[in-house]
């Protein structure tokens, strides 16, 4: 694939990411506005969903990116870059979470 064929194809996908990710979040968004009873007792595991649409999308466009503008043919190829970024980013969450909670507990006291 030339630079320029290259550039024009990665501009489509970066596009489409970003197109995919705001309907995603539009139907999050009637979804949760819909069951807004049921999330208003659970707010605070429904605030992290439009950061991880950003992230999601990142995802996607960087792997499109690393491999030339196409998914690899391998299906569980690309299955195994979801799942590995997902456990990296839950560990991050998870430690991210851990050390600002016990963190700002700390400070208070």
Known sequence: MSGNNLAQNLLNIN?????????????SG???YFFRDFVSDHLRFFLPIPPL???AYVFVFNLFKDYGGVLPKSP?????????S???GAVIFGGFTTLL????QGIKK
Do not use: H, N, R, Y
């Open 101 to 104: 909670t016990f963190g700002i």
């Open 53 to 55: 649409g950003v992230a």
């Open 76 to 84: 569980g190829l690309v299955w195994q870059e979801i799942i590995t």
């Open 30 to 32: 009637l979804s949760l």
């Open 15 to 27: 596009l489409l990411t970003m197109a995919g990710s705001g309907l995603l979040m539009l139907i």
């Open 86 to 88: 997902t456990m990296i």
